[in-house]
């Protein structure tokens, strides 16, 4: 093989004589470190050099001394190691799913009771006036038991989104993924509001979609989140599209109608110990949308609501 092609591979060539000095080294060779002239140290397995999987293959010349490979791996590591995190998370997604309903099971059996037990609170308190003060207590429990069956339904939810299956990993499609988060984040949404989708321009975006569908999700949580329990046929949860002023780029706007926001959002990655949901802060979402060169914009106002406008580049 000429130089010249030896210079064109992606892998590193190194040839050393029977001192280990390096009598050649490609270019990618000397990108991880080899120099013409200087000892060179052999890896005995695989390494990380320069940031980069190598696997080296040592064979001896018939005039003495020896060519070293040194295979780029990296790209097959990752690959490999991306398909081992999948098998993961579909075996934890299974066993999630799993738990989520043997956990939910009892505790419908110890709302329906707790209801019933409300109610006949009620009517022993019209009965027995004079013991107010007793009932109150018990109310009182009653309250924070009801708070703590809402907080373990909310984590069941959470346990139940994650083992849904996600949108196709490549695929960008907009629908797939807005239908996908709508359902996903239906359990925090019920009781407070509709999800409506309005979707006036559709298209491939440059953003894969789980990572679309779980930035969706969040800010669908954040939006059930402004919004008081009780009220859902007076509220709507509006996930709409449209084209961007820039051309070849599209607008996904999430608008609620919730309590809105006095102070501008902060996007400091924080902990939250907000019940309804366990998922992505406003620092992850933007750094979501940065990753795929897009723009997210929140517009709030006390009282009338929120809007996030997610500006994404088609494919």
């Known amino acids: 093989m000429s130089e010249q092609a030896l210079d064109a591979l992606g892998d590193g060539v190194v040839v050393l004589d029977d001192a280990g000095i390096v009598t050649y080294a490609n270019p990618a060779a000397i990108e991880l470190g080899a120099t013409l002239g200087n000892h060179y140290e052999v890896p005995l397995e695989d390494t990380l050099l320069a940031g980069r999987v190598i696997s080296p293959a ?11 490979v040194l295979r780029d791996l990296t790209d097959h590591t990752i690959a490999a190691r991306r398909k081992d995190l ?5 075996e934890v997604a299974v066993n999630l799913s799993a738990l989520a309903h043997q956990i939910n099971n009892p505790l419908a059996i110890i709302n329906v009771h707790a209801e019933l037990i409300k109610d006949e609170l009620a009517s022993l308190r019209a009965r027995h006036r004079d013991d107010a003060k007793r009932y109150t207590d018990i109310d009182e429990s009653m309250a924070e038991l009801e708070g703590a069956v809402a907080s373990i339904t909310a984590l069941t939810a959470d346990m139940r989104a994650y083992s849904q299956p996600m949108p196709g990993a490549n695929r960008g499609d907009l629908r797939r993924a807005v239908e996908w988060a709508c359902r996903t984040a239906a359990p925090a949404l019920r009781d407070r509001a509709r999800p409506v989708i309005q979707l006036s321009v559709e298209g491939k975006l440059a953003l894969e979609e789980p990572k679309l569908g779980r930035l969706l999700v969040a800010l669908l949580h954040n939006a ?7 009220h859902a046929e007076h509220h709507d949860v509006v996930v709409s599209s449209r084209a961007s002023d820039t051309p070849g780029r599209i607008v996904i706007e999430i608008k609620d109608s919730g309590a809105g926001m006095a102070a501008p959002p902060t996007f400091a990655p924080k902990l939250t110990g907000h019940p309804i949901h366990v998922g992505l802060g406003l620092a992850e979402c933007r750094a979501i949308v940065d990753e795929a060169k897009g723009a997210l914009v929140i517009d709030s106002q006390p009282g009338v609501g929120t809007t996030v406008a997610i500006e994404l580049p088609l494919r």
């Not at 999948?86 to 579909?90: F, I, L, P, S, V």
């Not at 059930?224 to 009780?230: F, K, L, T």
């Open 86 to 90: 999948a098998e993961r998370r579909a």
């Open 224 to 230: 059930a989140a402004a919004i008081p329990i009780g």
């Open 58 to 68: 040592t064979t001896p010349l018939p005039a003495g001394g020896v060519v070293v």
